[in-house]
Structures are given as structure tokens and as C-alpha cells.
């Protein structure tokens, strides 16, 4: 089984960063893709980004592109999500979530393993 736990969420004002970090224990597997999304009341969890094992070739959200980065630290079980210039309308909570093989997908069903979230508020 695979365990994904989520940190880093928090209160910031509009316009503030955050960095949540992700961490993949226990049936790990090789050439994983790992992704973010984010579900906020009363809506639909959705996409946020997603990157590869290799940790090159991210794909975001039209929402999020050029304020959001993901990444793979070294350790590949990992998943980082930098979010710069945060606006109200991305308070969420943020779920990590992992596939094995090496294709990434925007879609939740896709995702087998899930961690619990962590939630992120932004104030205006």
C-alpha cells in the first residue's frame, strides 16, 4: 500500500506564496507520476498540476499556469507545488495523489493513491 502525506498548507494573504510538499512511504513504485488537485466548498475536486517521474514535463491547470510550479526533489517519491501570487479563489484544500507508470492525467479517476489534504486559505 501507498501512503502520501501532504504539508505546508496554511493562511496567506492575496498576492502571498506557499509551498506544499508531498511525500510518497510504503509500496513505493518506480517511474510514478504524482500530481496535485484541489477540491474548495461545494465543488468538484479538479485538476492543479502533475509531473512525471523524470520531474520534467509538467502540465498545470489553465488556473494556475504561471503562478504555480511543481517539481520532484531528488528523493523521486516526492512532489513539491510552489504556489506564487495566490489569489482568494484558490483556497482549497490540496490533495497529493500518485499513479505508477510514467503518464500523467488530469483526471481524478486515474489516480489510484490519495493523501488526506491539507488546506490552503487565502484572504483577500
Known amino acids: 500500500q501507498v501512503q502520501l502525506v501532504e504539508s505546508g498548507g496554511g493562511l496567506v494573504q492575496a498576492g502571498g506564496s506557499l509551498r506544499l510538499s508531498c511525500a510518497a512511504s510504503?509500496?513505493?513504485?518506480?517511474?510514478?507520476?504524482m500530481a496535485w488537485f484541489r477540491q474548495a466548498p461545494g465543488k468538484e475536486r479538479e485538476f492543479v498540476a502533475a509531473?512525471?517521474?523524470?520531474?520534467?514535463?509538467?502540465s498545470y491547470a489553465d488556473s494556475v499556469k504561471g503562478r504555480f510550479i511543481i517539481s520532484r526533489p531528488n528523493a523521486k517519491n516526492t512532489v513539491d507545488l510552489q504556489m506564487n501570487s495566490l489569489k482568494p479563489e484558490d483556497t482549497a484544500v490540496y490533495y497529493c495523489?500518485?499513479?505508477?507508470?510514467?503518464?500523467?492525467?488530469?483526471?481524478?479517476?486515474?489516480?489510484?493513491?490519495w493523501g488526506r489534504g491539507t488546506q490552503v486559505t487565502v484572504s483577500s
Open positions: 509531473s512525471p517521474w523524470s520531474g520534467g514535463g509538467g
Open positions: 510504503g509500496r513505493t513504485f518506480r517511474n510514478s507520476a
Open positions: 495523489a500518485a499513479r505508477a507508470g510514467q503518464v500523467i492525467y488530469t483526471y481524478t479517476a486515474q489516480y489510484p493513491y
